[in-house]
């Protein structure tokens, strides 16, 4: 049976333990180690958050028996329109637990977090080749808000000059 409850100081090893798993579904043209490097500083600063006491923010995990088997990291956040909205960060399952309902179990209590908030809308952002991320977001009935485009400056085959700018 899966526990799912706020993240206590003696989760923090584990839960910090899990941020290579947010790699997953990252563009292939980033660097590995630069990716590695912020996913790891996201999760600290998750952990670090929940000690902050200014409640804007929460952890929670998902516990079988002793061990933590994933965790979500949810906090209050300002959506470019000026609403406050609720922001899951992070959302992490071990692979040795993934397919059971945990994903959703976590998400789910991260919207209750929301609503008690009196939050209307919750958000998140993951890879776009993160596709079981996907399907568990679009069976819980996330859809697309934004999307991010990129490009490699390389790749542009004409450089446009001052002079070409008009057109």
Known sequence: MTDIRPMAERDRGAVVALA???TTGVAQWRSPDLVLCAVRSWVAADVDGMRDGKDRMMVFVAAVGDQVVGFV?????E???GERDAYIGELVVHPGSERRGI???LVRTAEHWAA???LRRIRLSTGAANTPALRVY????????DITL?????????????DDAAD
């Open 116 to 118: 008690t908030r009196g």
């Open 150 to 162: 990129s490009r490699s400056i390389a790749a542009a085959a004409d450089p446009i000059r001052p």
């Open 20 to 22: 290579d798993r947010l």
């Open 73 to 77: 990291a949810v906090a209050e956040d």
């Open 79 to 81: 959506h470019w329109t």
């Open 103 to 105: 994903a959703t179990q």
């Open 138 to 145: 679009d069976a819980l009935g996330y859809q697309r808000e």
